[in-house]
């Protein structure tokens, strides 16, 4: 990746991300009608004519926003990791033992799951977009995937988790909530902070019987 097309690829990334303004506002609805589109049809399936109708706008319109519907893919992923980063940095300002907070990891990607459109195309279509695009993509989530790993390594500190390896740790508890888009439904039995205070048991405790193994 050229590191013009890097720059450019940021600092297109920031004029958006200004607060306030008419055009944020707009771009978000774009993207949030985009990633509803996206999970019910499919991200091959849904043209850019199909998101302007969605947003209520026209297609050239769109394209004043939004320069290709894999720049829209790009901010869905954007927002999906910015949401997950924030929340657990807000925890860093308050005393939260690193199990509970593993516990708060586990509930915010599933309420995600739960609450957020577009979180099947975050999981399955990351390779649509551009190489630029991807690697700052996989760089916020290696920093997120770092902050898990740091609050099991806190854990294993203060004798709440046993010695195990961090970065298996938190692939281990990312295989266990992230597959939940697959068949999670609002309308079942149980939310999904209920579902995770149950992986969150099962993550710490196991599911053995008896005697805990050696």
């Known amino acids: ?3 013009n ?3 450019g690829t940021i600092v297109a990334a920031r004029a958006r991300r200004e607060p306030g303004t008419a055009a944020t506002a707009k771009r978000n609805q774009v993207v949030r009608q985009a990633a509803a589109l996206f999970d019910d049809a499919g991200y091959h399936n849904t ?3 199909d998101i302007a109708a969605a947003a209520g706008i026209s297609k050239p319109t769109l394209y004043h926003y939004f320069a290709s519907k894999d720049e829209i893919l790009f901010w869905i992923h954007e927002e999906y990791m910015d949401e997950l980063i924030a929340r657990q940095e807000r925890r860093a300002h308050i005393s939260i033992s690193p199990s509970t907070c593993l516990l708060e990891l586990m509930s915010d990607m599933l309420q995600m799951t739960e609450t957020r459109p577009g979180v099947r195309v975050f999981h399955e279509h990351l390779r649509e977009l551009r190489p630029d695009q991807q ?14 790993e740091s609050v099991i390594s806190e854990g294993v500190a203060a004798g709440e988790l046993r ?3 961090p970065r298996l740790t938190a692939l281990a508890l990312f295989g266990m909530v992230n597959w939940a888009y697959q068949w999670f439904r609002t309308d079942g039995p149980l939310g999904s902070r209920e579902i995770a205070y149950f992986f969150w048991d099962v993550f710490l405790n196991g599911a053995a019987g008896g005697e805990p193994r050696p």
């Open 135 to 148: 690697q700052l993509v996989r760089e916020k989530r290696e920093r997120y995937q770092s902050m898990v």
């Open 163 to 165: 010695a195990l390896d």
């Open 47 to 49: 043209g850019v004519a």
């Open 5 to 7: 097309t890097r720059e």
């Open 1 to 3: 990746m050229s590191s």
